[in-house]
């Protein structure tokens, strides 16, 4: 049995405007000892996904429009049939959360002792002398020097980096099984940034918990992560091991993000190629596959499968799932192709960009017919591709 | 802190030196640009009908005649090395800080005014309780059940209280819990040193008068403040640490939401002190307001610039304990 | 939002009360409080109005606490140094003057009679010495014995202005050495206007006959006996030593002060005052809609500053029958005026004048006071009903045409030239809600003939002393038309009209002849009383001929003779209209309970 196992997991919020999809169907297991990467832009639900596995969304006043579904069982049990006050008990001590900016995320009025002694007793029924003894110790070991001094600073007075790691340092306190890092390093400059993925590392082989690293740093991602989940609009779009989805990634989004990161690998480009288009509404998310607005592959596919047909999470390859239309073997041969160091990546890429703009002059016009026959009452079937 | 405070208490007197300079202008400047002289000005203190001789005594007794200068410079000394008065058969020394005579009843004025402190003071300081613990109170809970009912009562209530004059609620109550059922009857400041009972009892009515007013005002104050506490980022660490929920909200919430709180809190007392004049005088309580009032009608320089000077003390020491509180309470802040 | 404008509090406070007044009762009657006079004595004495002129509840029982509520504080308690009217009433339970007024209900409340002396004053042929002689026996609160020197030197200490500031100065005017400076100045020296031949006989000495001395005696406290050795100057007034029937146990100025009876006093010193009560508490600087309340509740028995009762608990007391027995509207010593100067054009001119008495709303202006119980009677003359040499003339058509005489009006201003009307500027007091109801009305009465006036409100404090009373502004500033009022420091035909209309009153500050009238007729007429050998009648009657010259001459408007709503407790003994004050008699008033 896996330490976290999620199963189908759906998060709605009621807003005025609607209903807000942000969790659509999310599945995944993550094993003790492991760390697992979650990839996506802003809005892909990924935030949102910690949040509901720490049942944050229930406690805050906000929750009462907020809707979740599916099934999240941490070491067996499950969290979301769990009562308020079990769920309560459990943050802190069996799962523990760090977040992006340590500085608004700690309270400028307590002491980052008197914090991380809170988050301690929350969970223990000690003294405060002993609380204090093993904050003192937590600090040390997350690397703060002169941890008997600084355990009576304030958070404005600990640098960015050395805040963070207090944040690690009462995250830990409880020794949490599952750590879920929600963009962990955003925050810092790049030489901390490493620092910290460094000490998150040790520290989980040291405790043997199970890391979630939220981000939408592919560095990152790339540096720490045992599996990978790439999330798009609420759902997952691939989901494998770092090796698979780095090396062999099957779905276009996924493309689209190793594409754009700039590389010291390969000649210089005159440009980097971003993804075409902007994250969907997750009150209108687009019908069948939500990547389709802005995918340049669905005439390959054929007919108009991918705007009226859901992709399922299928299985490419031992432990690898990728949400797609298109068959393996033609994934693997674009994939030849686009891969970046590649002798025709850039043509390639020229004409995926040449597709991708026809296929999205192709949907305008389809929605623009769409629109104006709705006004006149017809109804529209067929979309001729160009 | 010990430099800081020594900084402000110096701004402080200079501070209180230009209030007295501005007082001295507005009392005596004015009416002189309005065409009085200082015979004319004499004439307010003496009776009716009063002959030639009578004004021109008072004028000189009252240094009215002097150059505006050397009376404010009288004044000034007064208050630092005390003056000598002349009381008919004798004359009595008064020491500083000696605020002079009263134009009127030839009194001295300090003493009147040390006096009238202990009611301004109980006034103040039970209304104070009250609201802060009656007004925080409804604001937390308020922001906690934002929307609900008691959310819209609560701030409705808030919203009249704020809005209606203290001369009014206070006659009201009056007329309601003092005539018509005697629960309080016959309100009077009876000193708390004589009976405390007593004491709070007549009090109840000033108090609660004066609490809603500043309640209503408080309890919108921390509900906004909540309000906004509670989206900040380490109220989610603090959930997330599995705190419960009662904790999260008192220990982050209510912390960081009352910080600016008590700091208005400050100030708010540190005006009352220098005297409640609508409530006083509704509820005929002799205070420092009272005393206030009474001041400006007859028009009695040296007890108007007494309480002046007193109340723009009061603020100006409230000014300074806020902002070495908030140094205190906020760790981010340097004095 | 928390700050208001202080001043605005009175008119305020009176729209709330009014708003209170319109919430409550309305017909029923509403509390009334304790004891309220439906119960009570039961008797046919407890009436509207029954006040006025017989007494109500009398009683010689003693005991019980009697409590006194002002809406203001006293300018002094020290005997020497009063000029309010209500001081000078409560002063006489613990200061007793050589002569005072009778104890008596109606007009006979003018009369003066013995105080400290055995007589009214014996004046020497020439009219320059007044004699009077002193009761054996008197005593201070302290035992100790009142001699003429007490007296000599309770009226030299007021001569001191810096010390004694609010006090009359009528002895300053009238006697010989005018110019002593008083015995804190001139310790050693000897005051020549006053002698005292022996411990019980003292003599005054005027510069010229005055023939109303004994008023100047007995209408103040100023002869009050004031022991020297316990002198305290402007101290004084915080414990003056007591020769009425009662004495200081407290004083906490601006608060409260505590009487207790006087152990060393005797009828005999004083045989107008009582001593009931076994103890007196005044409460001073009430707020004045809280005074009403109490009140009408009975926490307090009397209010001492004698005006009435404010609006709300007017309409309170008059529409509820129970209330309304235990009040009276009571002849307030005092009429309101309008004052015509004869110095800003065109009322320079006596036709112009004319117009404007003919063409005032006289009912208008009874309303605007408050009306016939709290505003007064329509007034006609100088002279207030009662006062020797008074007389009902209406030269101006007030009875006959009420609201106006437009005719005659349009008639005098074609003779003064003006036939189309004028402007002219008002002054009047801002603060006071009566006094600019009473102007308006005047403005809308006065427009109707083409008279329009400019108003000006100025503060009560100052009227007399920068505005209105000093006729450098009033010309500077064209008020020919001035609002005002004025009480007789004694109720006869000098108090009443010498400092509105002789021409030899007229000062730069302070001046009360507002209408600037220096008629050689009428100055004569008030030379003419001063002739020694006159009857009563004979001076009455030539006190009847100023009024009406003054009237004729139109310097004055008479607005309404003041009548006070007074409200008085059913637990309040011997309570009735005192004539020389407008308010009740307190040297009489004693507690039931």
Sequence with gaps: ?386 | MITFIIRRLITTVFLLVVVSIITFAIFFLIPRLAGQNSAELAAQYVGRNPTHSAIVQMEAKLGLNEPLQEQYWRFLSGIVVGAHYNSGPSVTYCPPPCFGYSFRSQQPVWPQMVAALPVTLSLAIGAAVLWLVGGVSVGVLSALRRGTLFDRFSMGVALAGVSLPIFFTGLISLELFSYKWPIFPNVQYVPITTNPALWARNLVLPWVTLAFLYAALYARLTRAGMLETMDEDFIRTARAKGLRERNVVVRHGLRAALTPILTIFGMDLGLLLGGAILTETTFSLPGLGQFTLLAIQNQDFPEIMGVVLLAAFFIVIANMVVDILYAVIDPRVRL | MRRRSRLAFAACAVTAGLTLAACSSGGSSSSGGSSSGSSASGSTTAAFNSGVNTVVNPSTTKGGTLTYGVAATPDSFDPGNTYYAWVLNLNRLWATPLLTYKSCTGGCGDTLVPGTATSLGQVSSNGLTWTYHIKQGLKFEDGSPITAQDIKYAVERTYDRSVMENGPTYFVNILTDPKYPGPYKDPNGDFTGITTPDQNTIQFHLQAPFPDFNYVVGAFSQTAPVPKAKDTGSNYQLHPQSTGPYMFQSYQPNKQLVLVPNPNWTQNEDTEARQLASKIVVNLNMNAQDLDNRLIAGDVDIDAQGIGVQAAARAKILSSPTLKNDADAVPGNRAWFTYLNTKVAPLNNVNCRQAVEYAANKTDLQTAWGGPYAGGQVATTLLLPGMNGYSSFDLYNAKTAPTGDLTAAKAALAKCGQPNGFTVGASYRSDRPAETAAIQALQAALTRVGIKLQLHGYPSGSYYSTFAGAPNYVHQHNLGILQGGWSPDWPDGYGMMDELVAGNTIVATGNTNIGELNDPTINSLFQQTTKPGLTTAQVGAIYGQIDKAAMAQAVILPNVYATNLLYRSPAATNVYAFAPYGEYNYAVIGASS
Excluded at chain 1, 80 to 102: C, H, N, W, Y
Excluded at chain 1, 308 to 313: H, Y
């Design chain 1, 1 to 386: 049995m896996a330490m976290l196992e999620v199963r189908d997991l759906h998060v709605q919020f009621r807003t005025d405007d609607g209903l807000v999809k942000a969790v659509d169907g999310l599945s995944f297991n993550l094993e003790r000892g492991r760390t697992l990467g979650i990839v996506g832009e802003s809005g892909s639900g990924k935030s949102v996904t910690s949040l509901a596995i720490m049942g944050l969304h229930r406690s805050s006043d906000k929750g009462s429009g907020t809707e979740i579904t599916g099934q999240i069982r941490l070491d067996g049990e499950d969290l979301v049939s769990s009562s308020a006050e079990r769920v309560r008990q459990l943050r802190g001590s069996k799962m523990a959360m760090i977040f992006q900016d340590p500085l608004s995320a700690l309270n400028p009025y307590y002491s980052v002792g008197a914090q991380i002694g809170e988050a301690y007793r929350v969970h223990n029924k000690v003294s405060k002398q002993v609380a204090r003894k093993r904050v003192i110790d937590l600090l040390g070991r997350v690397g703060i020097p002169q941890p008997t001094v600084r355990v009576d600073d304030y958070p404005h007075q600990f640098s960015g980096g050395m805040r963070q790691r207090a944040m690690i340092a009462m995250a830990l306190s409880c020794d949490p099984e599952l750590l879920i890092a929600d963009e962990p390093t955003t925050a810092l400059d790049v030489t901390v940034q490493a620092q910290i993925l460094d000490l998150i590392v040790d520290l989980q082989a040291e405790f043997g918990s199970a890391v979630i690293i939220i981000t939408h740093d592919l560095g990152v991602v790339a540096e720490v992560a045992d599996d990978v989940l790439v999330m798009y609009a609420g759902r997952v779009a691939e989901y494998g091991s770092g090796g698979d989805v780095f090396r062999q990634p099957g779905h276009p989004y996924t493309w689209g993000l190793l594409g754009s990161m700039p590389r010291l690998d390969v000649a210089r480009v005159d440009r980097l190629r971003p993804i075409r288009g902007t994250p969907p509404s997750l009150i209108h998310v687009p019908s069948g596959c939500p990547f389709h607005p802005r995918c340049a592959y669905p005439p390959q596919v054929g007919g108009d499968r991918c705007s009226t047909e859901i992709p399922a999470l299928l299985e490419t390859g031992p432990g690898h799932r990728v949400a797609c239309h298109l068959m393996l073997a033609k994934q693997q041969e674009l994939w030849a192709k686009l891969a970046p160091g590649s002798a025709g990546s850039a043509a390639a890429a020229t004409e995926e960009t040449v597709a991708a703009e026809q296929t999205a002059a192709a949907e305008q016009t389809a929605a623009a017919d769409e629109v104006a026959s709705a006004e006149q009452g017809e109804d529209v079937t067929e979309v001729e591709a160009t």
